[in-house]
């Protein structure tokens, strides 16, 4: 058994990043006969507070957030303080940041954070927040992506490139060909273990068995860690 990070910041090279974890969902992907080779994944809800905040950092600089009003920048600059101070905190900290996620994300109050404005900015804040606002409680109906502190299983990935083909990466080239994989196009299946519990943003009712699928680049914003283990048989 092997734990790993998995390793995300705004504007890092995603695939660079993540030797290992690609190196894995390739094997999990190709591995057939004498090993059974299993991933699980995870985040808490501190390191997610941790990365909604240098989301939001990357937000508050983008050059037109301004033109979205100043109760829509108050907003983020008050969640960008709780997500910092909820990082490596305790309950009380990671319960304020929580409420306050929650009412932004819900329907209706700030729909631009469901919108696709700012090349897709948003979007990401949005599942950030989604996860913050959960604070790990995996309780049912209404609106979600995935929890903290709680492990999901990989079930498969695809890499594709920018064309929306097969990026021709495997485990013997990954090295040097990983920079053709789209994180956007390129996709990973999970499954909760509650057999329900899907991601739903908009907290809508919908037929739920368990499993799903993130695009590359939403996993890896996601999950901060990764259990790689290997079964001979």
Same mark, same amino acid.
């Given at each position: 058994?092997?734990?790993?990070? &998995?390793?995300?910041?705004?504007?890092? +090279?995603?695939?660079?990043?993540?030797?290992?974890?690609?190196?894995?969902?390739?094997?999990?992907?190709?591995?057939?006969?004498?090993?059974?080779?299993? &991933?699980?994944?995870?985040?808490?809800?501190?390191?997610?507070?941790?990365?909604?905040?240098?989301?939001?950092?990357?937000?508050?600089?983008?050059?037109?957030?301004?033109?979205?009003?100043?109760?829509?920048?108050?907003?983020?600059? *008050?969640?960008?303080?709780?997500?910092?101070?909820?990082?490596?905190?305790?309950?009380?900290?990671?319960?304020?940041? #929580?409420?306050?996620?929650?009412?932004?994300?819900?329907?209706? *109050?700030?729909?631009?954070?469901?919108?696709?404005?700012?090349?897709?900015?948003?979007?990401?804040?949005?599942?950030?927040?989604?996860?913050?606002?959960?604070?790990?409680?995996?309780?049912?109906?209404?609106?979600?992506?995935?929890?903290?502190?709680?492990?999901?299983?990989?079930?498969? #990935?695809?890499?594709?490139?920018? +064309?929306?083909?097969?990026?021709?990466? *495997?485990?013997?080239?990954?090295?040097?060909?990983?920079?053709? &994989?789209?994180?956007?196009?390129?996709?990973?299946?999970?499954?909760?273990?509650?057999?329900? *519990?899907?991601?739903?943003?908009?907290?809508?009712?919908?037929?739920?068995?368990?499993?799903?699928?993130?695009?590359? +680049?939403?996993? &890896?914003?996601?999950?901060?860690?990764?259990?790689?283990?290997?079964?001979?048989?």
């Amino acid at each position: 058994q092997q734990t790993s990070g &998995i390793n995300y910041s705004p504007d890092a +090279d995603l695939m660079a990043e993540n030797e290992y974890l690609i190196w894995s969902l390739l094997k999990l992907s190709k591995t057939n006969g004498a090993t059974s080779f299993h &991933i699980t994944c995870s985040t808490s809800p501190e390191e997610n507070a941790g990365r909604l905040a240098e989301e939001l950092d990357a937000v508050l600089k983008l050059p037109r957030i301004g033109s979205y009003g100043s109760n829509f920048k108050t907003l983020l600059t *008050n969640l960008q303080k709780l997500a910092e101070a909820a990082t490596g905190a305790g309950e009380k900290e990671v319960g304020k940041l #929580a409420t306050k996620a929650a009412s932004a994300v819900k329907p209706g *109050n700030w729909p631009v954070l469901a919108s696709n404005r700012a090349g897709g900015a948003f979007r990401k804040l949005q599942e950030l927040l989604l996860i913050a606002a959960q604070a790990g409680d995996d309780n049912g109906s209404g609106q979600k992506h995935v929890y903290a502190a709680h492990a999901y299983t990989v079930t498969g #990935a695809t890499f594709l490139g920018a +064309d929306g083909k097969d990026a021709g990466v *495997n485990l013997q080239n990954y090295r040097t060909q990983s920079a053709k &994989i789209d994180p956007k196009k390129s996709s990973v299946g999970l499954r909760n273990p509650h057999g329900a *519990n899907e991601p739903n943003p908009t907290g809508k009712d919908q037929a739920e068995d368990g499993r799903f699928d993130l695009s590359l +680049d939403q996993f &890896i914003r996601a999950f901060a860690t990764m259990e790689v283990v290997g079964v001979k048989k």
